[in-house]
């Protein structure tokens, strides 16, 4: 049963076999802490764009509390979605419609903001027909420069953003307390996005011989459907496997949720400083360890040195994410900021 009463109708595609499970555990936070339907590419009564006609085949005389759309009106469905479903052209734009919908509140939900440019943000979202904006990277959980950079005035001015941070799957990411046979690992892209967590894995390359240090990176698995290998609970028990996850947020300094992960798989965290630290119970050297360029190498020597220091900030850890961070931990705040902007 959902927290609340709450009638969410959740436009989004279809993301069952997608790579990366951020959106799934974002959708099933929705799932859990209300009454929701999920309608879009993929599913299989994806038969309309119109928002009207949707609600009328959902709800029949009815209507939701809230449209929580992923999608911008008008939004071209993306090329990877239209190939793997195999859409039909007249169901390539979604929603359509959006502003003969009057009496419903209207909030449009975002992950990774830098995705748009900011002249596609101003096309998209100019005709403000969202009152609200759930976004995960909203400050404080970024910086105001970085994030208002994307926006202009006018959507600044017309929809109210509302910081949302990111969760994961509590039964994926688990301490399954396998043998730790990596010292340090890194996971993911290394591109320019993410120069840090590449510096830090040249690094380790070039120097975890010399520190007789076990080290590992996997390689990103690709933007697709249907991996087989590496994904969900073989990704989790990879992380498990290692007692320290080193890794950084990106371009941007953000909480992304590979730190929310190695908590809550048992291993150590070490990277940078992200956004909103405070807000997401994070401290440095209680829950992860924060490190810079400078010291990333004496820091993961030091705590590969001392186990009881690392068990005991991975005990914290733990804690931590099984209290802050979690689908369920989220599906909570969710309902609040939901019934705060009805």
Known sequence: MPYSNLKVLLLNVNREGWHSGNMIYDMECVKRACETVIYGPGFSKYKTTDLSEIIKQVYGNDKPDVVYSYFTPNEKVGDVYIKHYKIPEKLHRFPTGFEKVESVKKVFAISDFWARKPQQFSRDLGSLDFSHMFSCFTPPY???????????????????????????????????????????????????????????HKSLSKSHKEMGIKYKNYPHCGVNFKHNTFVRDEYAKAINKSKILVSCGGRYHLAFNKIFEAMGCGTLYVGEKPYGEKELNLKDGFNYVAVNSNNFLEKIQYYLNNDEERKRIVFNAKKTFKENHTIDARAKEFVKRLENIL
């Open 142 to 200: 970024s910086s105001e420069k970085d994030f208002n950079s994307f926006f202009n005035e006018k959507i600044r001015g017309g929809i109210e953003f509302v910081a949302h941070p990111r969760c994961v799957e509590e039964t994926c990411f688990k301490d399954y307390e396998l043998e730790k046979e990596f010292d340090v690992i890194t996971l993911g892209t290394m591109n320019n996005f993410y120069s840090f967590r590449r510096h830090m």
